[in-house]
């Protein structure tokens, strides 16, 4: 079992960026596809991004195409969320997965997430 830890949330203006990032301490990780999740107030959680093991590919949600970028350091066992041209909208709950399935991007272990707040 992997348990992902979440960093990097905070409060920032529209337009702004900020960068996630998710440790996961087990020497497996390399072969881990990781993801990342949001939930806002109200609204169930919702897929935002994913990149497989090898970094090979990556994945997005419709609605960060452009503006985020997943990546990973494998040697660090670090995923990261780079998030530009933040818009109020992307305020919520951001949560880290380690294991989520390619496709369906479901399963996986869960971190316990990091508040993101864009101010308009």
């Known amino acids: 079992q992997v348990q992902p830890v979440e960093s990097g949330g905070g409060l920032v203006q529209a337009g702004g960026s900020l960068r996630l990032s998710c440790a996961a301490s087990?020497?497996?990780?390399?072969?881990?596809?990781m993801g990342w999740f949001r939930q806002a107030p109200g609204k169930e959680r919702e897929f935002v991004a994913a990149?497989?093991?090898?970094?090979?590919?990556?994945y997005y949600a419709d609605s960060v195409k452009g503006r985020f970028t997943i990546s990973r350091d494998n040697a660090k066992n670090t995923v990261y969320l780079q998030m530009n041209k933040l818009k109020p909208e992307d305020t919520a709950v951001y949560f880290c997965?380690?294991?989520?399935?390619?496709?369906?991007?479901?399963?996986?272990?869960w971190g316990q997430g990091t508040q993101v707040t864009v101010s308009s």
């Open positions: 997965n380690a294991g989520l399935s390619i496709g369906d991007f479901r399963g996986g272990y």
């Open positions: 087990r020497r497996t990780f390399s072969r881990y596809n």
């Open positions: 990149i497989t093991w090898s970094s090979s590919n990556t």
